[in-house]
């Protein structure tokens, strides 16, 4: 499977940006696609995930009231809608996707076997 993710850029805090990622391979057998952030001198966070069947979703405390994710399983694509950004929203935004993953284990980066290149946030004025 690979991941191609952009939409990435520099925003004002309390601006909004939307990622995507557009997953191709072989994509029939992926049941968990989501995101996972990494700012400067900090570990690897997760963020947001999503089942592709059935579209259930989860994600972070950090983010969830201000971020959302979706899919268009036709498309092979994942979307973040980011909004209300904050200086603390700035990272390397990382497309993941897993065979195996579950609801357990879904925030945990060793979950994920396919990462996509990353494409950088940077919210600042």
């Known amino acids: 499977v690979q991941l191609q993710a952009c939409g990435g850029g520099l925003v004002q805090p309390g601006g909004s940006l939307r990622l995507s990622c557009a997953a191709s391979?072989?994509?029939?057998?992926?049941?968990?696609m989501g995101w996972f952030r990494q700012a400067p001198g900090k570990e690897r966070e997760f963020v947001s995930g999503l089942f592709r069947r059935g579209g259930s979703t989860t994600s972070a405390d950090s983010v969830k009231a201000r971020f959302s994710i979706s899919r268009v399983n036709a498309e092979n694509t994942v979307y973040l809608q980011m909004n209300s950004l904050k200086s603390e929203d700035t990272a390397v935004y990382y497309c993941?996707?897993?065979?195996?993953?579950?609801?357990?284990?879904?925030?945990?980066?060793?979950?994920?076997?396919?990462w996509g290149q990353g494409t950088l946030v940077t919210v600042s004025s």
């Open positions: 993941v996707a897993s065979y195996s993953a579950i609801w357990s284990s879904i925030g945990s980066t060793t979950a994920y076997r396919y």
């Open positions: 391979g072989r994509t029939i057998s992926v049941s968990v």
